[in-house]
């Protein structure tokens, strides 16, 4: 009779915890939700400006204006590890949330619709919008790494580096196109549209089986996130300072802001190039950037994630970042040739590839250094620092003079990139999770108290 026993369960439930493959697309999908308003404020608004007339030091401030919020998302992370409507699961309620948000500052954008000229308006727009996404990431960050085991983290990396670019190549590449054609405001309603789909999905899934969909939904809490989820500020507070200030974390800061002023100086230079010297207009390197992403999106997802898993997380970043520091070192040697979009097309789709593969290690890194009872406040502080370097480049070239060319702009960043090569191969970071869940004799789970594991050198 035992052999003729029916499994009570024929499927996977739509949960995240307990069915890998929809764990996977979620991660996919919201990370790529997370670049639909990156694509339009850090590509397509730049190269709008600079189209226009805009001076560096004008483009400068609206970057460093997006960056703002991202070098303070630690703020929004030490929130969610507080507050959460657990019944929802630890992260889904801030996710709905913040996506409804970022949809309707879109659409209320696009009625006020600045012109290239109001650089304030600009600036406060992309702010905003910004700091709506901000909760976004850091709740879609706490989730990756509350859900994903260690042995899926490489593809999890791989999937939030590689969906963010395809978000931001799908936005960059629309909405350069909307603004060539129909204006700044049509862009703003198009990823309006885009991050409503991602929101559609998101309140469709639960985190853990028997959770609630919606607030006023049936269910209840998941014993495991009751477990991790931190009933006070003191050990919340007590537990990110002392693991923010054990040395793999200090140690791992530096290579974080490599990888912020990367992208801002990129992001700041190439616009420069593509209008002053190879004389492209805005769709153009709304197209190029947008195809770029889109290579650099598919490349990191098919094989950024098997190439991590098996060399190594901490191997592959500082081989990618000597690359990069060899791709630099040839585009300045190349400067007279700039005129050439070859050489544009070629540098182009050089940074975005090394720069969203390079990510799959910061974020398998940034998870491991992250403990799970503080998961979401660690990881955020991480990347805020990674972010604080998109706002530092944005400072940098509008405020020392020398920086004001794209030529020295890259000659600086290829010399971070040659130090953070050196840093990472004098230190040695961990190869799992610190502070990870462990079973309990009766086969459940259970998680240390905040504090209780900090990073240990």
């Known amino acids: 009779m035992d052999s003729l026993a029916v499994p009570t369960r024929l499927r996977p439930p739509l949960s995240l915890a307990e069915n890998r493959k929809l764990r996977l697309f979620t991660i996919f999908l919201l990370y790529a939700g997370q670049g639909i308003p990156l694509g339009l404020f850090d590509f397509t608004i730049p190269a709008w400006m600079a189209v226009n007339g805009a001076a560096a030091a004008d483009i400068a401030f609206v970057v ?8 303070f998302k630690f703020i ?13 699961g630890r992260r889904r309620v801030w996710i709905v949330g913040a996506q409804v948000v970022m949809i309707g500052l879109l659409v209320a954008f696009a009625l006020v619709n600045p012109g290239p000229d109001d650089v304030l308006i600009l600036g406060i727009v992309g702010l905003a919008v910004n700091t709506a996404t901000v909760f976004q990431d850091v709740a879609v960050d706490g989730l990756t790494v509350d859900i994903l ?33 129909f204006g700044a405001s049509a862009a703003y309603i198009a990823c309006g549209f885009l991050v409503m789909l991602v929101t559609i999905h998101i309140i469709w899934v639960r985190e853990r089986v028997g959770e609630r969909r919606l607030p006023w939904s049936e269910g209840e809490a998941h014993a495991e996130n009751r477990i991790a989820h931190a009933g006070a500020w003191l050990p919340l507070v007590t537990a990110a300072l002392r693991n923010s200030l054990s040395g793999h974390s200090l140690a791992w800061f530096p290579n974080l802001l490599v990888t912020g002023l990367t992208y801002g100086i990129c992001i700041i230079a190439v616009p420069l190039i593509a209008t002053g010297a190879t004389g492209w207009s805005e769709d153009q390197l709304g197209s190029l950037n947008g195809t770029a992403q889109l290579v650099a999106g598919i490349a990191t997802i098919a094989i950024g994630g098997y190439a991590v898993g098996r060399i190594g ?15 630099i070192g040839w585009m300045v040697w190349s400067s007279g040739s700039w005129s050439d979009p070859r050489v544009l097309m070629a540098f182009v789709f050089g940074w975005i590839g090394l720069h969203f593969l390079s990510g799959i290690s910061d974020v398998v890194i940034n998870m491991r250094l992250s403990p799970p ?71 459940g789970r259970t998680v240390p108290p905040p504090g209780a594991t900090p990073a240990r050198d």
């Open 64 to 71: 460093a204006m997006v960056g703002i919020p991202w070098s």
């Open 76 to 88: 929004a992370g030490f929130v969610m590890d507080r507050y959460t409507l657990l019944s929802m």
């Open 149 to 181: 085991p260690e042995e899926e983290r490489s593809m999890g990396g791989a999937l939030a580096s590689g969906g963010q670019v395809i978000g931001i190549a799908v936005s960059a590449a629309l909405t350069g196109t909307m603004v060539y054609a």
């Open 313 to 327: 997380a901490q191997r592959s970043l500082w081989m990618l970042r000597l690359l990069f520091a060899g791709l």
């Open 373 to 443: 009872a503080i998961s979401a406040t660690q990881f955020s502080i991480f990347m805020a620092v990674s972010n604080m370097g998109i706002s530092l480049a944005g400072i940098l070239v509008g405020s020392i003079a020398m920086l004001a060319e794209p030529k020295a702009m890259l000659l600086f960043l290829m010399t971070v990139q040659g130090a953070s090569v050196l840093m990472l191969l004098l230190f040695k970071f961990p190869e799992q999770q610190i502070g990870g869940l462990a079973r309990a004799g009766d086969g």
